[in-house]
């Protein structure tokens, strides 16, 4: 078990993952290697569930597949009774594959191809979260041309207009976005409307995300007053009452050990008592409450281990003096976050947990890029062979991986009970051509 500050060792005085110890797992499985903690992931499914099922009387809670899925996540998330948020045809195969039960699948996004929309109502995916009036339309044409069909639920995604107070990047539930549909505007009730009109749609409820990794409920408690305000515009429109409300994923993790992440029961108990509250002041019934996290199940159960390889002193003119770069065999490729969001990590040597932190370093990428993957972080002074550990890296890294400058992706393993089993092997260079065609041109 890791923390942005704690760690557990081995008798041995290994770094401890699951019961295995780092430098076994990076023998077997060579790095950079993602390890996630599989009883941890389940335990924040299930606690995810408690906090809200113990406070609500109906609850879905959707794992966000984004934030890391194969075949092994997808099924471990459906072990424990979770449905499964997917946002792509490849999600979706994923989700189908892993033998998901396909009533259990919400179909998210803002472009939804034909073949993405054909593939989901094949697949029978339980609700369809509609981003837009074009795909409103497209979505009525296709299950019309499934004669025999059952109407198609849907759940309508609107823009709440708030404004979370996260990294600009990852913001969705502002004015100014691609995602979803104005409430101010009044595009959200036009899509309403039309979707109550359209004979093979069956709209059930709302949808709104608001943004990642938030630091406390306020955003979500926020857009929850404009939406149920809105539910009472659409009851007045079209007599119906929201069978559905779903608030998007969203709480925040501790990537370092600064960072405060208001705790889950308390998270809870804030939406809770306002979505309570909310609906009693507007004589609504209540819906069902869907959420969708991510990065809540998945980020703190993920270490991601790296070798270090070049290390060296630089000089610098700000303040003046040297500063050591140590530099990993990993990088953007396997964690574009600090490139994308600035986004902070800390790290330790996994092979020298008892040597003081005493020397600051910072941590290069091997990309033809200023990749810096951590900014500054006090380590022993490492040396080429050292094995660089870094927490909280379970969500958004392996799904976000690239093979830029053809780097085969790396190995992903599940860890607990001292056993660990691969869930993702590592791509090889033939991996890496395996999709180049050499041929002459096709006339
Ligand atoms: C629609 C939707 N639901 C859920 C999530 C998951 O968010 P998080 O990982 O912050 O919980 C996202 C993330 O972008 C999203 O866009």
């Given at each position: 078990m890791v923390t942005p500050e704690a760690r557990s060792t081995t008798a041995a005085g290994g770094l401890e993952l699951g019961g295995c110890e780092a430098g076994a797992l990076v023998a077997r499985y060579g790095t950079p290697l993602y390890v996630f903690d599989e009883g941890l992931i389940r335990e924040k499914c299930r606690a995810y569930r408690a906090a809200f099922e113990s406070r609500y009387p109906q609850v879905d809670v959707a794992y966000a597949g984004k934030a890391f899925l194969c075949l092994a996540m997808a099924r471990l998330v459906a072990e424990e009774g979770l449905h499964l948020d997917v946002a792509s045809a490849g999600e979706l195969h994923t989700a189908v594959t892993a033998g998901v039960p396909p009533a259990r699948l919400v179909m998210h996004g803002n472009n939804k191809s034909p073949v993405e929309l054909a593939m989901a109502l094949d697949s029978g995916v339980g609700r369809i979260v509609v981003d837009n009036l074009p795909e409103l339309g497209l979505l009525g044409g296709l299950v019309a041309r499934?004669?025999?069909?059952?109407p198609q639920e849907i759940l309508i995604r609107v823009a709440p207009g708030v404004d979370p107070h996260t990294h600009r990047r990852i913001r969705?539930?502002?004015?100014?976005?691609?995602f979803g549909l104005s409430l101010a505007a009044g595009q959200a009730m036009e899509a309403v409307l039309q979707a109550v009109g359209t004979p093979h749609l069956l709209f059930t409820g709302l949808h709104a995300h608001v943004g990642s990794n938030l630091r406390d409920a306020r955003a979500q408690v926020q857009a929850l007053e404009t939406i149920l305000d809105f539910a009472v515009q659409v009851r007045e429109e079209t007599g119906l009452t929201l069978e559905n409300l779903n608030l998007g994923g969203g709480l925040g993790i501790r990537y370092l050990p600064r960072d405060e992440i208001m705790p889950l029961e308390d998270f809870a108990e804030a939406i809770t008592t306002a979505l309570l509250e909310g609906l009693a002041r507007r004589h609504l019934p209540l819906p069902r409450l869907m959420l969708e996290p991510g990065r809540a199940i998945v980020g703190e159960a993920g270490v991601t281990l790296y070798s270090v390889g070049t290390v060296k002193e630089v000089p610098i003119d700000e303040p003046p003096g040297t500063r050591l770069y140590a530099a990993i065999d990993g990088g953007m490729s396997d964690n574009p976050r600090p490139q994308l969001y600035d986004a902070a990590y800390t790290a330790f040597l996994a092979n020298r947990l008892g040597e003081p932190a005493d020397t600051e370093v910072r941590v290069a990428g091997k990309h033809c890029e200023t990749d810096i993957l951590i900014q500054s972080v006090a380590l022993p002074r490492p040396r080429a062979g050292d094995i660089l550990a870094v927490p909280s890296t379970g969500a958004y890294t392996y799904s976000m991986a690239s093979n830029y400058n053809r780097f085969p992706r790396p190995a992903a393993v599940f860890v607990g009970n001292g056993q660990a089993r691969l869930v993702v092997r590592r791509e090889t260079l033939d991996d890496i051509i395996r999709q180049d065609v050499l041929a002459p041109a096709e006339s």
């Open positions: 499934r004669p025999g069909r059952r969705t539930g502002q004015g100014d976005t691609k």
